[in-house]
């Protein structure tokens, strides 16, 4: 775990190349089936991002990652084809029981294919690997860890749903950072000196541990996890079960009173 | 092969030629928006800078801002309408917002992103510096200028001269209000008579040879009390259209109230001092202002022509040339342009509002349909794709039918403004922006577009009696406030009757109130009478023009007699027995009114 600082959130296309050249990655695809039967970046395997959310417990998840060949010593590499938030839900899984060496493909798979870059449609031979149980705390949020958190004056809470849903109704106290706000043209990620300055305008910086949330399964929120933790704040945590469970659970909510929003919005 | 920076624009897509932009502007903004928030700055100078800069309050809150960007002379390239696209999806609420004075506007945005705003809109040469505050706003043109078959020379060039002229110029940065300039085409088109400065192009002959010059009207404007401007004089040579704006300007800025808030906009200072008094004061201060300005002070006019290629397209060509529909579009929605070959293609849209991914189709629709390569923005919040070869009309047609954006209506009655209203402004009283939406919806149901007797007519409506909804220039217009019945209230509008911006331009006069969940009955019932009464080639416009003037001979012969029929109804239910009268449009409570402060007067 101390190697995690030279880790890098993203991984450009180049260098993923090579590594697959070299064999040095495990890649994993996590669209659904069968837009990986049709064709994937080679070498890739395929975990699509529903079948870990059906019971996302540790020990299954540890089975899944085991299936997949991937040990504590296997450099991963997700992607995705929805900007980057399904990859980061599930490198954020990996993070969580213990994986260090994990990153983000820099651009979706569409941008892959329209630059015409090699792909395959065979499934690779997957030799199973055993992987060590070391769950990471620090990373995750449960509702009543927000609960305890609401006293703590250096803590801030990142709604990363729209605008629109924000205002309607949103966890007290949170602010809103759209999910949109994070990529920068084809890029999952904005440049590292963009996002920084982006937070920094928002007072979102490396003094507070800060909580990301999104709508259900922490997936906008994971990858607003990857994007503050690219701008090199150490301490945040993703609300994995974010305002679904909270919503549920009918705990306090906050609203923007005394206006139309919705009616602005030609959707 | 290195793959690096990935984003490669529309190859041969039109790119800006003016760069309004400033990029150290958007990191001043965050750095004094840090300051506020430590306390280092008061509200007032605060809200002085944010305005200047072009970012609105937001109704009930200090913590989002409206952006507001200017698009001088209406003009818009592909590249800047994707840019939005992106920003309104990072920023805002993933819709974005055509005004009626050619600007696009942001709304929701948290104050502290402002500045992200501004740096977008400088990589695509765009600014929302001065399209709020007490300075010059953004500087509008016709979207037909250059097109229009009644027009006697094209204005842009002059509009986007005066803009350039008058951005961040010392001598316009703290007047006493805010300062309108408006060019347009030709009569017809209008639009000059109710704004401080408005301008149509007009050539004499002077001494046989054809001269440039303007019909110069002062003093006009909307607000809570509306007046129709003054012609100036009746020829402006072009050579003193710099002269006479400066001129202008600096008798406002001199003579102007800085005092009393609600009236020092210039049209007061014009009716205090009577149009006789103001138009000599002009006239002196001109002089002055041509025999003291250094030479080099001059209009940067650009006759460039815009160059008109049919764009080649590497989309699919097939499909139904025919589309359903596409005649009533063709109808409704376009122009023939005095060029022959070509029409202009105005985009319908609701109350003005548009989403991300529509904006960002738009900019590829406009590099692949029109032969100029940008568009033009609109008075009725919307925009017009122009230089449209005829025979790419229905395919034109198709490609907006895809994206949702070929609904018909844009050039008829059935097209309402609404300002924005409760859905963001501090001053509003009712949901005015829902309510046009809901007029379209209804009238367009009815194909009311279709009927070429309403087509010149227009419905307008502001939450609040301040106007920016323009109701006083409608052919029916609305302006909200609250009723009440007993401890019970319910939105409720005023309607004005027989407004004009053309050549004959004249305010609406008050007919009666309307309860906002009647108004769509009522202008159905207006335009039932209508059809009774109505003479051999008669339009709703005349009829209309003819009652407020009484020159109308049939049964309704004032406006007091439409009056008693509408004020029927008037007449609220009992919240028993029609709950839904109580709440507005967009909300399911009981209806009261809220406000805030405004900004108009900051």
């Known amino acids: 775990m101390s190697q995690e600082k030279t880790i890098k959130t993203t991984t450009d296309i180049d260098s993923l190349r090579s590594e697959i050249r070299d064999k040095s ?63 980061s839900r599930v490198a954020w899984t990996l993070e969580y029981i213990g994986h260090s060496d994990v990153s983000l493909l820099e651009t979706t798979y569409s941008r892959w294919k329209s630059l015409g870059l090699e792909s395959e449609t065979i499934s690779p031979e997957i030799q199973s690997k055993q992987h060590s149980l070391r769950l990471k705390p620090e990373i995750l949020a449960t509702s009543d860890y927000l609960e305890q958190s609401k006293e703590k004056k250096d803590v801030l809470l990142i709604d990363n749903r729209e605008r629109l849903n924000y205002l309607e109704q949103h966890i007290p106290g949170a602010i809103s950072l759209p999910y949109r706000t994070l990529a920068k043209n084809d890029k999952i990620l904005r440049p590292k000196e963009d996002m920084k300055r982006l937070l920094d305008n928002r007072g979102i910086s490396g003094d507070s541990e800060i909580i990301t ?7 906008l929120s994971g990858l607003a996890y990857y994007a503050l933790k690219s701008a090199g704040l150490p301490n945040v945590k993703l609300y994995v079960r974010s305002f679904k469970e909270w919503k549920n659970l009918k705990k306090p909510l906050e609203k923007q009173e005394d206006a139309n929003y919705w009616d602005l919005s030609a959707e | 092969m290195t793959v690096s920076d990935l984003k490669q624009p529309h190859s041969d897509s039109v790119r800006p030629t003016i760069n309004w932009a400033r990029v150290e502007e958007a990191v001043d903004f965050a750095k004094t928006v840090k300051l506020y928030r430590q306390g280092k700055y008061d509200d007032d100078s605060f809200r002085r800078y944010r305005l200047q800069h072009g970012a609105y309050g937001t109704r009930m809150t200090s913590d989002y801002a409206m952006v507001r960007i200017k698009l001088p002379a209406g003009e818009i390239y592909p590249q800047q309408l994707e840019k939005i696209a992106q920003l309104s ?7 974005a917002h055509f005004s009626t004075r050619e600007n696009i506007q942001l709304h929701w945005v948290v104050l502290e992103d402002v500045s992200e705003i501004f740096r977008g809109l400088a990589e695509v040469g765009l600014t929302s510096r001065e399209a709020c505050g007490n300075s010059v706003r953004n500087v509008m043109c016709s979207p037909l200028s250059g097109v229009c078959p009644g027009e006697e020379f094209d204005a842009t060039p002059y509009a986007l001269a005066t803009a350039k002229f008058f951005l961040r110029n010392p001598m316009a940065q703290s007047l006493p209000r805010k300062f309108k300039f408006n060019f347009t085409c030709c009569e017809k088109h209008g639009m000059v008579r109710m704004v401080d400065v408005g301008l149509i192009p007009q050539i004499k002959e002077i001494d046989g040879t054809a001269q440039k010059g303007f019909k110069i009207f002062l003093g006009g404007g909307l607000g809570n009390r509306s007046f129709v401007g003054h012609q100036l004089e009746e020829f402006t040579p072009e050579e003193d259209l710099i002269y006479t704006s400066i001129a202008v300007l600096r ?8 005092k009393n808030l609600a009236r020092n906009r210039m049209r007061y200072l014009v009716n205090d001092m009577g149009w006789d008094a103001f138009q000599n004061l002009v006239f002196k201060e001109r002089a002055l202002v041509r025999a003291t300005q250094s030479v080099v002070t001059q209009l940067d006019v650009d006759f460039t022509p815009s160059e008109i290629k049919r764009p080649i397209r590497v989309t699919d060509e097939s499909g139904n040339p025919n589309p359903d529909g596409y005649a009533r579009w063709l109808k409704t929605n376009t122009e023939k342009q005095k060029q022959p070959g070509y029409r202009s293609a105005f985009i319908t849209l ?44 229905p395919r034109l047609y198709s490609r907006l039918l895809e994206v949702g954006l070929a609904k018909s209506g844009s050039l008829t009655m059935t097209a309402p403004i609404g300002c924005s209203g409760t859905t963001s402004c501090n001053l509003a009283l009712t949901n005015s922006h829902r309510l046009a939406k809901e007029i379209q919806r209804k009238f367009l149901e009815l194909r009311l577009d279709e009927d070429d007797d309403l087509r010149d007519s227009t419905i307008k409506i502001s939450g609040c009696p301040n106007s920016c909804g323009q109701h006083g220039i409608a052919t029916i217009g609305f302006f909200g ?122």
């Open chain 2, 89 to 95: 999806e990072q920023f805002s609420i993933g819709s």
């Open chain 1, 25 to 87: 990655v495990r890649v994993i695809d996590v669209r659904r089936e069968e837009d990986y039967k049709q064709n994937h970046i080679p070498t890739a395997v395929n975990l699509p991002l529903a079948n870990l959310l059906s019971d996302d417990s540790p020990e299954r998840v540890l089975k899944i990652f085991n299936s997949l060949g991937i040990d504590d010593e296997t450099r991963v590499v997700v992607y995705d084809d929805t900007f980057g938030a399904l990859a």
């Open chain 1, 213 to 219: 949330y999104c709508g259900s399964v922490g997936t």
């Open chain 2, 350 to 393: 609701e109350a003005g509002d548009i989403t991300a991914n529509q904006l960002s189709a738009l900019g590829e629709i406009v590099s692949d349909y029109s032969s100029e390569g940008k568009a033009r923005v609109g008075f009725n919040q919307n925009i017009a794709l122009r230089y449209v070869s005829e025979d790419d009309l």
């Open chain 2, 251 to 258: 008798i406002f800025d001199r003579l102007g109230d800085r």
């Open chain 2, 481 to 602: 406030g609250g009723g009440r019945v007993g401890k019970e209230m319910y939105p409720n509008y005023q309607m004005l009757l027989g407004g004009r911006s053309d050549g004959e331009t004249m305010l609406g006069l008050t007919c009666t109130r309307i309860p906002a969940k009647r108004v769509i009955p009522a202008i159905l019932k207006i335009i039932e009478l209508f059809k009774k009464y109505k003479k051999p080639n008669d339009t709703l416009k005349e009829w209309i023009h003819r009652i407020v003037n009484e020159k109308e001979d049939s049964e309704i012969k004032s406006i007091l007699d439409l009056r008693k029929i509408m004020d029927q109804l008037a007449v609220p239910p009992t919240k028993e027995d029609d709950p839904d009268f109580y709440s507005d449009y967009g909300s399911d409570t009981s209806y009261h009114t809220k406000t805030g402060k405004g900004e108009c007067a900051a």
